[in-house]
């Protein structure tokens, strides 16, 4: 079992930046790949980013490509990521997750763990 707890929303302006942490439970961390996914009201939840076991490699959306930044901490049992230049379309209940398919990380049904969700908000 993992257990994933986000924080670090909030309400900012936009092209202000935010960093999201989710810290997990367990000893058993390293051994899965973390992504990050967004759901904004009356829309699907999409995906925003993820990364591998040791961080080595990670994967965007376009939609986000150049603006945020994931990154994990091992030895804190931590993922993060870190949201520049936000937009007003950037607001959302952001939530973390935790898979052991990285390839298919993409996809929310290869999601074995997911946390509560944090919101962010960005006014224009």
């Known amino acids: 079992q993992v257990q994933l707890v986000e924080s670090g929303g909030g309400l900012v302006q936009a092209g202000g930046s935010l960093r999201l942490s989710c810290a997990a439970s367990?000893?058993?961390?390293?051994?899965?790949?973390m992504g990050w996914f967004r759901q904004a009201p009356g829309k699907e939840r999409e995906f925003v980013a993820s990364?591998?076991?040791?961080?080595?490699?990670?994967s965007n959306a376009d939609s986000v490509k150049g603006r945020f930044t994931i990154s994990r901490d091992n030895a804190k049992n931590t993922v993060y990521l870190q949201m520049n230049s936000l937009k007003p379309e950037d607001t959302a209940v952001y939530y973390c997750?935790?898979?052991?398919?990285?390839?298919?990380?993409?996809?929310?049904?290869?999601?074995?763990?997911w946390g509560q969700g944090t919101q962010v908000t960005v006014s224009s």
């Open positions: 367990g000893r058993t961390f390293s051994s899965y790949a």
């Open positions: 997750a935790a898979t052991t398919y990285y390839s298919g990380s993409y996809y929310i049904e290869n999601y074995d763990y």
């Open positions: 990364i591998n076991w040791s961080g080595g490699s990670t």
